[in-house]
């Protein structure tokens, strides 16, 4: 019942901007936390931004300060807003949601990813 449809991605210059959107399917009244997860080519999956129901967000260290996580609650979206593109950016980047106790058989639950390159 939980799917995540995500859009935005492609290919970029460096220095360019990017928004990456997440719609989810459910109610922003179940949902607890969203964030944005990347993988690269070779590497691990890791957290990018994280947006809490009370809106608290916590960035990886090497997008602080050009990328900014935002939630519309009337649209169930976040939004991952990236500015000052660099190559090292190029990953597929996954939206994550975690609902709130409860009202879900799973506690996490992830989109089907979207391409970013960034180009030098």
């Known amino acids: 019942q939980v799917q995540l449809v995500e859009s935005g991605g492609g290919l970029m210059q460096a220095g360019e901007s990017l928004r990456l959107s997440c719609a989810a399917s459910?109610?922003?009244?179940?949902?607890?936390?969203m964030g944005w997860y990347r993988q690269a080519p070779g590497k691990q999956r890791e957290l990018v931004a994280v947006?809490?129901?009370?809106?608290?967000?916590n960035y990886e260290n090497s997008v602080k300060g050009r990328f900014t996580i935002s939630r519309d609650n009337a649209k169930n979206t976040v939004y991952l807003q990236m500015n000052s593109l660099k190559p090292e950016d190029t990953a597929v980047y996954y939206c994550?949601?975690?609902?709130?106790?409860?009202?879900?058989?799973?506690?996490?639950?992830w989109g089907q990813g979207t391409q970013v390159t960034v180009s030098s």
């Open positions: 994550n949601l975690r609902p709130l106790a409860g009202y879900y058989p799973d506690n996490d639950y």
């Open positions: 947006i809490t129901r009370s809106g608290s967000t």
């Open positions: 459910v109610s922003s009244r179940t949902i607890n936390n």
